[in-house]
């Protein structure tokens, strides 16, 4: 063999591994957009990659999830959608209301899938629920329409209380729209309902406290902010012998009385599932918004025992699960 071949030979075979190296397709990188810390948030990012993988996606594997943190520090968001838009990433997936609507003013282009606790119409980042019609689709467990029940449940149970508190995030975009829905229903009961903040955890012992000011009977936390806290107010709730419902079984778990909402995890798996299959070319604004379709309700029989209360026997049939 003439040295000129062989020289040649060898950087043929040298160079196929790079040419076979530059046909590979890039891995896919996603952005993914929380209010709190991946701490805080650890369940909803587990349910979120168990629906990437139902769809074939696997972090790592054959896709890069690049994570923003906001801390809790709600006006970090706006800037940590923009540098997921500058990242050029294919999809954004927003966990709750604030984060979603950073994300929907960072960008007309990029998809963008939510979830969120309150209805998307509303809040301005779809325009309907079966044609979102933009680069925003999600799912949504409409915490408002099952607000107004969880009200009616809570005096099913506690009838004689005529003064309720109701815990929620003014940070929250949509509290406006829960507070008033939540007055016009308390009304309706016979009801007098204040309304108290708390923006994170270190604000939970100062509006019990509050509550015991205003000599209100039982708590309704009614914001899905307050879902990765769920354990720590069913705590208090105990603590503080207040009667509470929450929207998360968490809470009841943790010693609530009751909880009355959808399966949040299962929402966030049907981000994953979304997300997957936008990048696998579905367009975001033909893929239609996601409802919660079944609500639990939950009961905690060793609480109800504790603070003396009798859970009527029709309440306890329609429980879906009861802790004792």
Do not use: C
């Not at 040295?3 to 530059?22: G, K």
């Not at 168990?50 to 696997?58: C, N, W």
């Not at 990242?87 to 966990?95: E, G, H, N, Y």
């Not at 994170?200 to 509550?211: I, K, N, P, V």
């Amino acid at each position: 063999m003439r040295r000129r071949e062989f020289i040649t030979l060898v950087s043929s075979a040298a160079a196929w591994p790079l040419a076979a190296r530059a046909q590979q397709p890039a891995m896919s990188v996603i952005g993914r957009l929380g209010a709190e810390s991946r701490e805080v948030e650890n369940s909803t990012v587990v349910s979120f990659q168990q629906g990437l993988k139902e769809a074939g996606y696997i972090d790592g594997q054959n896709l890069a999830i690049e994570y923003r943190w906001a801390e809790g520090q709600y006006d970090r968001l706006p800037a940590l959608a923009a540098d997921l838009v500058r990242r050029q990433v294919s999809v954004i997936a927003a966990a709750g209301n604030a984060a979603a609507l950073a994300a929907k003013a960072a960008t007309t282009t990029v998809p963008i899938v939510f979830h969120v606790g309150d209805d998307p119409v509303q809040l301005g980042l779809v325009a309907s629920l079966n044609r979102p019609g933009g680069n925003a689709t999600g799912t949504t467990s409409l915490n408002v329409e099952v607000g107004r029940k969880r009200l009616e449940l809570l005096r099913e149970l506690v009838p004689n209380v005529a003064v309720i508190g109701m815990l929620v995030n003014p940070d929250n975009p949509n509290v406006e729209i829960q507070s008033r829905e939540a007055q016009v229903a308390a009304r309706k009961l016979g009801l007098e309902l204040h309304i108290m903040h708390a923006r994170a955890e270190r604000d939970f012992d100062a509006a019990f406290a509050t509550l015991a000011k205003l000599r209100a009977g039982a708590l309704m936390t009614g914001d899905t902010i307050f879902f990765n806290h769920s354990r720590q107010l069913g705590a208090l709730a105990l603590r503080y012998a207040v009667p509470a419902i929450s929207p998360f079984r968490d809470f009841a778990a943790g010693g609530g009385l009751m909880s009355y909402g959808t399966n949040i995890a299962d929402m966030h798996r049907q981000v994953g599932i979304y997300t997957g299959r936008i990048l696998k070319g579905e367009k975001p604004a033909y893929l239609p918004v996601q409802q919660a379709v079944k609500v639990d309700l939950v009961l905690n029989f060793k609480t109800a025992k504790t603070l003396g209360i009798t859970v009527p026997l029709p309440l306890s049939g329609r429980a879906d699960e009861v802790i004792e």
